[in-house]
């Protein structure tokens, strides 16, 4: 098992910048998969952006595109997300993931992850 626990979140105004880090216990960190999801007030779970194991293969929701970027350090045990352009509508909970090699074949589905973070919050202001 794997435990997540994510930093970084805060209060940036529209068009700004915030970098999203989970940092992960154990030392099998290369073999899951990661990936963040987010939920805004109300709304359900939402997909971000995932990373396979190796960081070889990057998978983004239509919405984040373009502006976020996700990353891993395997050295470090370490998954970030980096968010340029923010805007209002980006404001939620981001929750990291992750899921062990086998667990699950989508990468933007919420119920093909196994493990969760406590989520960190983003609020954007117009």
């Known amino acids: 098992q794997v435990q997540l626990v994510e930093s970084g979140g805060g209060l940036v105004q529209a068009g700004g910048s915030l970098k999203l880090s989970c940092a992960t216990s154990g030392r099998t960190f290369s073999s899951y998969g990661m990936g963040w999801f987010r939920q805004a007030p109300g709304k359900e779970r939402e997909f971000a952006a995932s990373?396979?194991?190796?960081?070889?293969?990057?998978y983004y929701s239509d919405s984040v595109k373009g502006r976020f970027t996700i990353s891993r350090d395997n050295a470090k045990n370490t998954v970030y997300l980096q968010m340029n352009s923010l805007k209002p509508e980006d404001t939620a909970v981001y929750f990291c993931?992750?899921?062990?090699?086998?667990?699950?074949?989508?990468?933007?589905?919420?119920?093909?992850?196994?493990?969760w973070g406590q989520g960190t919050q983003v609020t954007v202001s117009s």
């Open positions: 990373i396979n194991r190796s960081g070889g293969s990057l």
């Open positions: 993931a992750a899921r062990s090699r086998g667990y699950g074949s989508n990468w933007s589905n919420v119920n093909d992850f196994q493990y």
